[in-house]
């Protein structure tokens, strides 16, 4: 018995429309046309597939069955020729990203940039935020953070390596003195991001020497803090007092001798940055232009310029031993 994709539709819009002459005008046939395949339809099958009534047609048990395996089959093939049809042109479409302040000026705007010059046919609209959305609502195609999001509906892969660092301008260290353990943090002026309120400022720093070792929490303060990482760090570069901050953000500086990596041994290392992918259904296909993010981003942050300060630096080669 041969079923073809014509029979499939036909059953299918029968029952959405709840008439014969509802399905002919959806699938654009004839009137008796569509009685005529239906018939036929119904031969091949070898049972009847519609009660017919003088107001409405109504599935039998084989045709709600018919339907019911039908569906998915139809949707299979859309998905295919969607899928086909992108392939064979350029990529188009809407692409909406978030991500946090600060790196989404610096580091992800200007990659975002390049992938649109690159595929004129997408648009980019980049959001920009504090906290992160909620990625199951629809509105976000992407986000790029700092952190990975909990939430076993999410996707996410990590882009590039980062962590948060204790630094400070040298001349509040000439005035004050280095701190030489995390204990030491709460005698100085430790500048705050204050992300929740009046909450405390809590400083989880972990030893990297010992990956497995559990980071110790400090409860740090001083004369100023604000909601704005950039103040923060200026306060930091005018000499201030101490600051908590990723890499990416104070590399350069570090670089130029503006600020001093304070307790290289310590950091927090929950700063790593991530693609966040909102849940799909996996019978659908991806777009196009959504693969194309993803594989830009992922090769966009692989060499990223502060992962060398993320590598111990290499040991001094032994001088060879000379025999007396």
């Not at 049809?85 to 610096?106: D, H, I, K, M, Y």
């Not at 609209?125 to 906290?131: F, G, I, T």
């Not at 948060?164 to 005698?187: C, D, F, M, N």
């Not at 001088?319 to 007396?324: C, G, S």
Request: glycine residues 6%; charged residues 20%; contains cysteine.
């Amino acid at each position: 018995m041969k079923i073809d994709r014509a029979d499939l539709s036909l059953l299918a819009a029968i029952e959405r429309e709840g008439s014969l002459a509802g399905a002919a005008r959806a699938l654009d046939l004839a009137a008796p046309v569509t009685s005529k395949r239906l018939a036929a339809l119904e031969q091949r099958v070898g049972a009847r597939l519609l009660h017919r009534t003088t107001r409405r047609l109504q599935l039998t048990a084989e045709g709600e069955s018919f339907v019911a395996q039908a569906q998915p089959l139809l949707e299979g093939f859309s998905r295919l020729e969607e899928s086909l049809s992108e392939r064979a042109s350029q990529p188009s479409g809407r692409l909406r990203v978030t991500c946090s302040l600060g790196f989404g000026r610096l580091w992800l705007a200007p990659a975002l940039a390049r992938l649109q010059a690159q595929h004129p046919g997408i648009e980019i609209d980049l959001h920009l935020c504090e906290q992160m959305p909620d990625m199951t609502t629809g509105r976000f195609d992407a986000a790029v953070w700092l952190w990975r999001p909990q939430g076993a509906s999410l996707v996410t892969r990590r882009l590039a390596s980062n962590r948060r660092i204790v630094v400070a301008a040298p001349s509040y260290l000439k005035r004050h003195g280095t701190p030489q353990t995390p204990e030491e943090l709460l005698s100085h002026h430790c500048l705050v991001v204050r992300e929740h309120g009046d909450s405390p400022a809590l400083w989880r720093l972990q030893p990297l020497a010992t990956r497995s070792a559990v980071p110790r929490t400090h409860k740090v303060g001083g004369p100023l803090s604000s909601n704005h990482g950039e103040v923060v760090r200026d306060w930091a570069l005018a000499g201030h007092g101490l600051m908590l901050r990723s890499l990416w953000d104070v590399h350069p500086y570090l670089q130029r001798g503006q600020l001093v990596h304070v307790l290289p041994g310590w950091a927090m290392q929950d700063a790593d940055v991530h693609l966040v992918l909102p849940p799909r259904d996996l019978r659908l296909a991806t777009p196009r232009r959504l693969r194309l993010l993803q594989d830009h981003l992922v090769a966009a942050f692989a060499d990223v310029p502060w992962n060398a300060a993320l590598k111990p630096p290499a040991r001094a080669p032994r001088a060879p031993h000379r025999r007396q």
